[in-house]
C-alpha cells in the first residue's frame, strides 16, 4: 500500500506550528505517511491572506497563553512564551531563521533530518529559552545542536542569503496559499490525488479519519512491527 | 464523588457552538459533569472583546465551510451552511432567538431540558434547513418541534420581549466575557474550585484530561450501567 504524502508548511515563529509538527514527526512512524516537511514564512502568509495575528485581541492573546501553556503540558513539549512575544514574533520576525531553514532544506533535498533537526533547535531558542534566532550567531548555535560541522553552518549562512534560497522560500510559501492557507500550521494530506488542507494544531482525529488511520493521542507509541 | 460543574456559553448563530453543545450533550451522560447550558449573546461577545468574525477573512471562511463539512460529518450534526451566511449571521442576526432562548430558560430554571430541545430547533432552522429564525413564526415553529403548546410559545415570545429577560441575556453574556471569552463555544469546567475555559470544539481530548475523563471521540456510546 503506497504511503500518503502529508505535507506540513510551518514557521519556527508559530508555536502552533510547533506543536503539528512533533505530533506529525511522532506519527510518521506511526501512520502510513511521508510526511514532507515545507518550511515557509508566516509573515508572508498572515499578509497576502489579509489575515491579522490572534494575538491582537487581548481576551484571544490570554486565552492563548493558558491555551499553549495546557497543551505543551499535554503535548509533551517543552514549550515556554518569550519574555517579550510581540517582539519576539513581530519586531524580529523568522524571515533570517527560515531562510536558513530553507538552505538546510536546499542542501539536503532527499532527506528531512536536518530540516527536522534544525527547525527543532530555532523552536527550542524562541519559544523554549527565549533566545534570539535572527542573528548569525544564533543560527550557528542552532545548527551546531542540530548536529551540523562548523564549516557547514558556514556554508549554510551564505547560502541562506542567496537568490535561489530567498525565491525558495518563497515559493514554498506560496505553495501554502495556493492550498488557501491563512496562517500555519497548514496540513495538507494528499488522499486519492485530491488534497485535504487542515489548519492549526487541533484536527488530528479529523485528520486521520479522512486518511483512514487512528487518532491515539499526541504520544503513541511507535508499534514494535510495522505491517 | 460530586460532578463537575461544565458551563457552555453558545448562541445559535454559531455552528462551532452546534458542534460544541452536541457533543457536550452526549458527553453529559458519558462524563461525572453536571452541564450547565448557558444560551448567549455572540454579538455582545464580540463586540466588547473587539474580535472580528474569522469569516471576513477570505480564506478563512473557504476554509471554514470545508472544515464544518468535514466536521459535521464526522460529528454526526446535520449541518448545512446557510445560502447566505453572511445574511443569516450579520445582517438578521440572532438576537430574538437567544431572547427566546432566555426566555425558556427563565421560565425553567432547574431543568435544562427544554433548553435543550428549543436551541437545536433554532441550530436546524439557521445551520441546517436555511430558515430564518428572527420572526415570531420562526420562533413559535421552532417552539412547537421542541415539544412547547402553543400557549406557552405564546407566553414564552412575550416574555422574551420583557426587561428581565433582556438583563438575563446580557447578564450571561457578561459572565462569557468575565470569563475573558472572545467567541462561542466558550466552555467553562470548574475544577477544584478553578475555572478552565476552553474556546472553540476542538479541545474535547484537552478538556477530558484537564476533568480527569476520557475523550473516545465525538459520538461515544453511553454505558449501559453507570458506576
Not at 506550528?17 to 501512520?31: A, D, H, I, T
Not at 512575544?85 to 527560515?98: C, D, I, T, V, W
Not at 488530528?204 to 487518532?215: V, Y
Request: charge should be neutral; aromatic fraction near 10%; charged fraction near 25%.
Amino acid at each position: 500500500m503506497s504511503r500518503k504524502v502529508v505535507e506540513l508548511f510551518y514557521d519556527v515563529v508559530s508555536p502552533y506550528s510547533w506543536l503539528g509538527f512533533e505530533v506529525l514527526c511522532r506519527y510518521r512512524n506511526v501512520w502510513n505517511i511521508d510526511l514532507k516537511l515545507k518550511p515557509a514564512f508566516l509573515g508572508g502568509v498572515m499578509h497576502s491572506s489579509g489575515n491579522r495575528p490572534p494575538g491582537l485581541v487581548p481576551n484571544k492573546f490570554l486565552y492563548m497563553v493558558t491555551d499553549l501553556h495546557r497543551l505543551a503540558e499535554y503535548f509533551g513539549v517543552p514549550l515556554s512564551p518569550p519574555s517579550n512575544p510581540a517582539e519576539a514574533m513581530f519586531e524580529k520576525g523568522s524571515l533570517p531563521a527560515m531562510r536558513f531553514v530553507t538552505a538546510v532544506a536546499e542542501k539536503h533535498k532527499d532527506d528531512d533530518a536536518l530540516v527536522e533537526k534544525v527547525s527543532r533547535e530555532l523552536w527550542k531558542r524562541i519559544w523554549s529559552t527565549d533566545q534570539d534566532i535572527t542573528q548569525p550567531a544564533s543560527l550557528t548555535e542552532a545548527g551546531l545542536k542540530a548536529g551540523l560541522s562548523a564549516s557547514e553552518v558556514e556554508e549554510l549562512l551564505l547560502l541562506a542569503t542567496s537568490q535561489t534560497v530567498k525565491d525558495k522560500l518563497k515559493n514554498v510559501t506560496k505553495q501554502a496559499l495556493d492550498h488557501k492557507g491563512f496562517g500555519f500550521p497548514l496540513t495538507v494530506c494528499h488522499v486519492n490525488g485530491k488534497p485535504e488542507v487542515f489548519f492549526g494544531s487541533d484536527r488530528f482525529e479529523l485528520m486521520a479519519h479522512c486518511i483512514g488511520e487512528k487518532w491515539v493521542g499526541p504520544q503513541p507509541t511507535k508499534p514494535t512491527a510495522k505491517m
